[in-house]
DNA sequence: TATTGTTATACTCTATAACTATA
DNA sequence: TATAGTTATAGAGTATAACAATA
C-alpha cells in the first residue's frame, strides 16, 4: 500500500502480450525459482525433490511411498527409484508396516533430518533473495494469495498409517 | 481487504511444511496451472509452447528462431523441431532475413492468428477458474507482485532488427 | 479381487556436438 | 572467426504394463 506503483506488470524492455497474463508470470515465477533452488542443492549433493521427500517425512505420519507420490505427485515408479537413491544416500529408512506388510513406512535418518535443515536453509536463501524486489508486507500477501488460490487444490488421500 | 483472513497459508486437511513456503506455493500454481492448460489447449490440437511461440510473434518484432528461444528459454534445437511443426500445421511462415541470410523471419499466417485467438480464449477460461477463489482486486494485485518480481528476470536479448 | 512395491520398457523432452551457410 | 539454423544422438525424466506379495 505504501508503494505507489500504478503501472501494470510490464518490466523494463519487456513487452510481449504474455507478460501480462498471470499464468505465464505464475508458470515463470515457479519454474526460476525451482531452478534456482536446484542449483544451489547441487553444490549439497541435495536435489529439489529430495528435499520434497525429506520435508514430507518430516511430520512422522507414517507415510508409505505412494502416501507420497500422491502428495507430491510423482509417479509411483518414480518414487521406487527416488526412495532407493535416498535409502542409499542414508537419508531415509524403509520399514516393513506390521499392520499391512505389503506398504513400507519410510523415516528420516539422523543424517536425513541434518539433510534437511541444511537444504531448508538453502532454499531459504533463495526465496528470500527471490522475493526481496519486494517489500515483507507484499511476500506475506503473497503468500497467502497462493494459498488461497491452492487451498481446493491439494490431493485428496494422505493415508496415513 | 475486505476479507477476513487472518488464518495462515494453509488449506484444508493438509497440513506439511512445504505448504508454508511462498516458493513451494508458487511452483506448485504454476504447474497446475500449466497442467489445466494444456489439457484444454489439447483438445484444439493446440499445446501451451505453440501458443507461447503465437503469443510472442503476434507483436511484429521480425523474431528468429534464436530470439525466440532466448525469449521463451527454450533450447535453440528444440525451437527447430516447434517451428518445424508450426510452420506444418500452417500457424507460421519462415521467410529469409534479407537482411541477413542466415536468419529466418518468422511471421503468424492468418490461421495462426486465428489459432492464437482461440487458444487464447481458452487459456483466458482456465486462468479465470484458477482465480476464481480470490476476489477481482486480490487478483490484480498477484499480478502486479508476480510482475515486480520477475522485472529483473526477463532475459538480456530480444534482438530486433 | 484390489493394492503396494517392483521391474522392464517405451516414449517424450532436453542437451551436446558436429555440420552448412552465411556474415 | 563467429553466428543462425540444422541434424544426429545421447541422456534424463516420465509413463505403461506386467508381476509378486499381501490384503
Known amino acids: 500500500m505504501a508503494k505507489a506503483t500504478p503501472t501494470p506488470a510490464q518490466p523494463a524492455g519487456l513487452d510481449f502480450p504474455l507478460v501480462r497474463r498471470t499464468g505465464y508470470l505464475l508458470n515463470k515465477a515457479g519454474s526460476i525459482l525451482m531452478e534456482d533452488a536446484e542449483r544451489v542443492l ?55 508396516n506390521p499392520s499391512d506388510r505389503r506398504r513400507y513406512i519410510l523415516r528420516l535418518t539422523d543424517s536425513g533430518r541434518e539433510a534437511l535443515e541444511r537444504a531448508g536453509r538453502a532454499v531459504d536463501a533463495v526465496e528470500q533473495d527471490f522475493l526481496s524486489a519486494v517489500p515483507a508486507q507484499d511476500r506475506e500477501r503473497l503468500r497467502a494469495l497462493l494459498g488461497d488460490l491452492l487451498a481446493d487444490r491439494w490431493p485428496r488421500v494422505i493415508a496415513c498409517e
Chains 1, 2 share one sequence.
Open 42 to 96: 547441487m553444490a549439497q549433493g541435495m536435489r529439489l525433490r529430495y528435499f520434497y521427500v525429506l520435508a514430507a517425512l518430516e511430520s512422522d505420519l507414517s507415510l508409505s511411498q505412494q502416501d507420497l507420490s500422491r502428495l507430491l505427485h510423482l509417479d509411483p515408479t518414480t518414487m521406487v527409484a527416488l526412495i532407493d537413491e535416498m535409502e542409499q544416500g542414508g537419508h531415509v529408512e524403509r520399514r516393513r
